[in-house]
């Protein structure tokens, strides 16, 4: 295995609140680990700030494990930084260079105001979910889990969609601040599946409405949020959003 | 007389629970409406809870310290879920899965509550598919299983490696679609700092908006706390940053007895630490297991890299002490083993404090399979391991991504290195059979209550129990407690209690900020965790636990003295967030050395080190140790031990042999 320390300058969004001004403040770190994460990385720092009497840089993170989707660093102008499909807390520092500056900052969209430093608010993703993103059963309405056989194909495919972790990086990267891949990930989740049949065309009105009232962005298919997604959400979920809102729209009872 | 009363039904062990629920009182819809509940935690048992209380009509405020309920540390869980469904046809059973239970802890987990998780194990199965729970099928579109430690039936339900994330997610899209109704009231960043007792029972609690600093009282005619684990105490453990045991311990000071506190899990497969700077260890699920084999070299303190080693100088250690189990033996067993491999000089790596996990021979065995699949005749070795690698990517590819990230090797190439990690606590708060605690009103679920798993968690049980506590046994549970309580309106949060509850979390607060030390939490947060590690880890004796003691009182002395945390109260405050944990941590470390003390016995997780068996296994004590061990906090970190007898009517304990 390969040893190496780093000695690096971060450039990182200091700002104190959701209503007073940010800026950029620039601090060293020295002897760095190869081997350490990202946030470890960070951790130094801070202890470093900690010990200097000045106030650690406030940061969003849980699990560490690239699961939880807590972790939402902006990192030289990349959600997550510059590996592939890998969250901050799973970016390790050999992915940088001895001397190299880095630039931090939160995610930037009108969706996710800013709370202090590098942390937003991303409530509104839960507002989203909370307008349709569900199959509407109670606990004890459920038959045999066997009774609803679903072909592999279907379920896998299901799965790669529910896989998203809600970081709101798809969001961060797109110009517009579109979450239309992260809205996509749950719609196309349950329209592929028998159980999301039933609320399968209110489900996408409501929340594409939802989306729209938090302030978030159209999608215009530059495909960045598909290239910056940690868990690697596929571009074709926003595809079938499109299909699955235009269909809604065609069956809308009160068309009829 | 014991305080203890643990409510166990009458009668035969497999009708208890049928019989509790058509008997138990209800609360009628009209007055559900008008009664409220807190939750405190939105994992699995949180958000099962709230949703399905809601569900019933009852009005639910729900509570997270994360920035969204889908945050909680129950996404992590990797392996799967147990259930008795028997899908398999491999002769699995409601009895199998409480027998398998009940041995695999140990013998030190109440038989009736285990038989009561493993009866509505199939329901959760059912439930969470009707939500939409993206599980592993097969061709034919029926749900596929996996085998797991500690047992030999394949009863293991999947999503990939993140099972725990699919789980979560289908019991936080039942929490929105409630919070969408109105019926719950979601508080992201709010971390409850108090509970509120009027006459004797739990009414509320106080909460702390992580993001203004203020401090919020709120009513509850009962508040029921699925707050997780405490294996942060341990400061690297494979828990998330923010997982802590502040309101379990403040209701424990409140007068919840605290359970088996000693109880911790040591998982086997996880990342070896890398240096000095780590701040959180990663797990490698143990499915890895299933097809991975684990081997340490013959020769001690070998130089040669893994692929160098030939096989007949490959220890494979676990297949040789356990042949009927092997590389499927439970946790806490495969982590002993581990350790002695290490402890005796053949670890493997630089630090030396590691072992292999290898996929070559299933990738070859897999590989080959599916060369039959396809048809293909004498396929070429590169071929089947081509081949074989598809198939592991597809089943574990996450983990072995996640692996690659973190140690910048190639695991399907080199094998893994693991060493265990702390990563779940099987003590908690006590609870009787209705989960709830020695406090009227007041209910523990999930991991955080110490009831199910006794000694030792069988992989694949903790998303059962989370699950099992919230969606099928507290609806029923709690209608015991509020039935009684329908004339109970609403206590204004201006009542006396509530005042006096808010002084004592704000004189807390300001005490700490008033230290202006010179040490930061996190500096407090690892030495503890490195007492705790050595002395209250995978092998304990009497000496180092007295010696924990007493370090553990010194460091607690020195936090009250020197900690240093920036900013202000009444601001977004990182640092001010963990030192009332690591505060917390330092209150409940104390009471674990203390249980481990009292408990001479190993058993499961705990292992004494002056009571082994010959050939070093862990050696029970049935005589003087089949209690539960229920501590009462009597201020200024002083306890009074009392004991809840365990009755073992239908498994009788013997020595646990997985040879």
Same mark, same amino acid.
């Given at each position: 295995m390969e040893h190496k320390n780093l000695n690096l300058t971060l450039k990182i969004w200091r700002q104190k609140n959701s209503k007073e001004a940010g800026n950029f403040v620039s601090y060293k770190v020295s %002897?760095?680990?190869? %081997? /350490?994460?990202f946030l470890e990385m960070i951790d130094v720092l801070n202890e470093h700030l900690i010990n200097a009497g000045d106030e650690p840089v406030a940061f969003d993170h849980d699990c560490? !494990?690239?699961?939880?989707? /807590?972790c939402s660093m902006y990192i030289n102008g990349r959600a997550h930084g510059p590996?592939?499909?890998?969250t901050t807390c799973q970016?390790? /520092?050999?992915a940088f260079n001895d001397g190299e500056t880095i630039t931090i900052e939160p995610w930037r969209a009108k969706g996710f105001p800013v709370i202090k430093d590098l942390t937003v608010d991303r409530t509104a993703f839960d507002r989203i979910i909370a307008?349709?993103?569900?199959?509407?059963v109670n606990t004890?309405?459920?038959? %045999?889990?066997?009774?609803?056989p679903v072909p592999k194909d279907d379920a896998d495919k299901a799965f790669a969609a529910a896989a998203?972790?809600?970081?709101?990086a798809c969001v961060a990267a797109c110009k517009n601040a579109s979450a239309m891949l992260f809205v996509s990930a749950k719609v196309s989740q349950l329209a592929l599946l028998?159980?999301?049949?039933? !609320?399968r065309e209110t489900r996408v009105l409501n929340m594409v409405s939802q989306m729209d009232a938090e302030g978030f962005g159209s999608c215009t298919n530059t495909g960045a949020c598909e290239a910056e997604c940690p868990k690697e959400i596929s571009i074709e979920n926003i595809a079938r959003l499109n299909r699955e809102y235009f269909m809604a729209n065609l069956k809308k009872k009160d068309y009829l | 007389m014991s305080k203890l009363n643990s409510k166990i039904p009458e009668g035969p062990l497999e009708t208890k629970w049928t019989k509790y629920k058509s008997t138990v009182p209800l609360v009628n819809p009209a007055n559900k409406r008008s009664i409220e509940v807190i939750v405190v935690g939105s994992g699995l048992a949180g958000a099962s809870a709230a949703a399905s209380l809601a569900e019933l009509g009852y009005k639910v405020k729900c509570f997270c &310290?994360?920035?969204?309920? +889908?945050?909680?540390?129950?996404?992590? #869980?990797q392996g799967g879920i147990n259930a008795a469904k028997n899908y398999q046809n491999d002769g699995d059973s409601v009895f199998r899965l409480f027998y398998d239970t009940v041995k695999g802890g140990d013998y030190r987990a109440r038989e009736a509550n285990v038989y009561r998780l493993a009866d509505v194990s199939a329901n959760i199965i059912d439930q969470c598919v009707a939500q939409g729970v993206p599980f592993a099928r097969e061709y034919g579109g029926y749900l596929s299983n996996r085998s797991f430690g500690?047992?030999? *039936?394949?009863r293991t339900f999947y999503a990939a490696g993140q099972t725990g994330q699919q789980l979560l997610l289908g019991a936080y899209s039942a929490l929105e679609r409630q919070v969408g109704l109105g019926t719950v009231k979601m508080y992201s960043r709010h971390e409850m700092l108090e509970i509120v007792m009027i006459d004797g029972k739990a009414r509320g609690i106080i909460a702390r908006d992580?993001?203004? @600093?203020k401090l919020e009282r709120h009513f509850g005619h009962a508040v029921l706390l699925c707050?997780?684990?405490?294996?942060n105490v341990f400061f690297l453990?494979?828990?998330?940053?923010?997982?802590?045991?502040t309101a379990a311990w403040k209701a424990h000071k409140q007068g919840a007895f605290f359970g088996n506190?000693?109880?911790?899990q040591i998982h086997p497969t996880c990342i070896p630490v890398s240096g000095d700077h780590q701040s959180k260890l990663t797990l490698m699920s143990e499915s890895l297991r299933n097809d991975g084999r684990i081997w340490v070299p013959k020769?001690?303190?070998?130089? +040669?890299?893994a692929n160098e080693i030939p096989e007949e100088e490959r220890d494979y250690y676990l297949e040789r002490r356990y042949? #009927? &189990?092997?590389?499927?033996?439970p946790r806490d067993v495969a982590s002993r083993a581990a350790k002695e491999r290490c402890d005796a000089g053949y670890g493997v790596g630089t630090s030396k404090m590691a072992v292999y996990l290898d996929y070559a021979a299933a990738i070859e065995r897999y590989g080959n399979v599916q060369a039959n699949k396809l048809n293909l005749?004498?396929?070429?070795k590169e071929k089947i391991i081509e081949l074989g690698k598809e198939v592991v990517k597809e089943k574990y590819g996450n983990l072995f991504d996640m692996y690659a990230k973190i140690t910048g090797e190639n695991p399907y190439e080199t094998p893994m290195r693991i060493y265990p990690a702390v990563h779940y606590?099987?003590?908690g708060l006590w609870v009787d059979y209705e989960l709830m605690?020695?406090?009227?009103?007041l209910y523990a679920l999930g991991e955080a209550? &110490?009831?199910?798993?006794? #000694?030792n968690r069988l992989g694949a049980s903790a998303l059962m129990q989370g699950l099992a506590d919230g969606y099928f046994v507290i609806p029923y549970t709690i209608g015991s407690y509020l039935s009684q309580d329908? +004339?109970?309106? #609403?206590?204004?949060?201006?009542?006396e209690a509530f005042v006096s509850a808010e002084k004592k979390v704000q004189d807390q607060l300001d005490r700490l900020m008033n230290i202006?030390?010179?040490?930061? *939490?996190d500096h407090f947060h690892k030495k503890l965790g490195k007492i705790m590690w050595d002395k209250c880890g995978m092998a304990r004796n009497e000496q180092g636990l007295k010696e924990a003691v007493a370090e553990i009182r010194t460091l607690r002395e020195e936090f009250w003295n020197d900690v240093r945390i920036p900013?202000?109260?009444?601001? &977004?405050?990182l640092e001010l967030e963990k030192a009332g944990r690591v505060a917390d941590f330092l209150e409940l470390g104390e009471l674990m050395c203390m249980d481990a003390l009292n408990r001479k016995e190993s058993c499961g997780g705990h292992f004494r080190?002056?009571?082994?068996?010959?050939? @070093?296994e862990a050696k029970r004590d049935d005589d003087n140790f089949a209690y539960v061990a229920a501590w009462e906090n009597k201020g200024n970190n002083n306890w009074e031990l009392h004991k809840e007898e365990l009755n073992f009517e239908i498994v009788h304990p013997s020595q646990r042999s997985y040879k």
């Open positions: %002897d760095i680990s190869a %081997d /350490m994460s560490r !494990e690239g699961i939880c989707g /807590m590996w592939q499909g890998t970016l390790h /520092m050999r307008s349709g993103g569900f199959v509407s004890g309405n459920a038959k %045999d889990a066997n009774n609803i998203c972790i809600g970081c709101g028998p159980q999301g049949q039933i !609320e | &310290f994360q920035d969204s309920p +889908r945050r909680a540390h129950s996404i992590a #869980a500690g047992t030999q *039936v394949q992580l993001i203004s @600093g707050t997780g684990g405490y294996g453990s494979t828990n998330a940053m923010g997982s802590n045991v506190p000693c109880f911790t020769q001690k303190d070998d130089k +040669r890299k042949p #009927a &189990f092997g590389n499927l033996v005749h004498n396929p070429s606590t099987m003590g605690t020695t406090v009227p009103g209550n &110490f009831s199910d798993h006794g #000694a329908i +004339r109970t309106k #609403a206590i204004p949060t201006d009542h202006k030390g010179t040490k930061s *939490v900013g202000l109260q009444n601001e &977004f405050n080190e002056e009571s082994q068996t010959e050939d @070093g």
